[in-house]
């Protein structure tokens, strides 16, 4: 009996574990002093996850968030900001929002991140990235118009004045309801990043039913 339960628990992907420890706040998570304003209705929990496409520890948390997300109820609602800190940083974040406008993000995103960090593709020049959204049913036209559009421009500027409120100095990072930080130092590793968000998710639950 107990190898059968041992050897189930070790089949278990690292996004079915929960978080056991007691939350402390300071901790496993920070409060930020100035809240955002989330962007989902009532009765709806938001969590942004905060990335540089550049980044090796935004690609390697990837895989866990992705399963994490995949597993959450319809009351959590996921969502990606590109981290604008200037160069290749505000580059990204362009082409982050302008696969968002073409239609083509959820196809591109993890290729995106698989060109970068496998194939060492730097994707840091407007015609590197038009002839990659290429390959996603666009023109390379339509994708430089995409990436200087006012409406990219637009929410790469939302994107940083979110982060100067954040007053965020790196990534990856979870923001659970606007208020919530969560880093990989905070955490303990990228792989308990999102178990630290899944309870404070439950946290905020309780919070709205109180």
């Given at each position: ?112 991140f698989?060109?970068?960090h496998?194939?060492?593709r ?70 308990n ?18």
């Amino acid at each position: 009996m107990l190898k059968t339960l041992m050897a189930a628990l070790a089949g278990l992907g690292l996004s079915s574990l929960v978080w056991a420890a007691p939350l402390v706040e300071g901790e496993h998570y920070e409060v930020l002093d100035n809240p955002l304003e989330t962007q989902v209705e009532d009765g709806r929990i938001e969590v942004t996850e905060v990335f540089w496409y550049g980044c090796p520890h935004c690609y390697n948390l990837e895989e866990p968030l992705n399963a994490w997300v995949a597993e959450q109820p319809q009351d959590v609602a996921f969502q990606r900001m590109p981290a604008t800190m200037g160069g290749a940083w505000n580059t990204h974040a362009f082409a982050f929002y302008a696969a968002q406008e073409l239609g083509i993000l959820d196809a591109l995103h993890d290729d995106f991140f698989h060109a970068i960090h496998e194939q060492g593709r730097r994707l840091t020049e407007v015609d590197d990235i038009a002839a990659f959204f290429s390959d996603y049913g666009v023109s390379e036209e339509q994708a430089r118009e995409a990436l200087s559009s006012f409406a990219v421009k637009a929410k790469v500027n939302q994107a940083h004045a979110r982060m100067r409120q954040m007053q965020l100095m790196g990534v990856p990072a979870l923001v659970v309801d606007g208020r919530y930080l969560i880093t990989p130092s905070s955490a303990g590793s990228l792989d308990n990043m999102p178990q630290v968000a899944g309870a404070l998710v439950e946290k905020v639950r309780e919070e709205q039913t109180d």
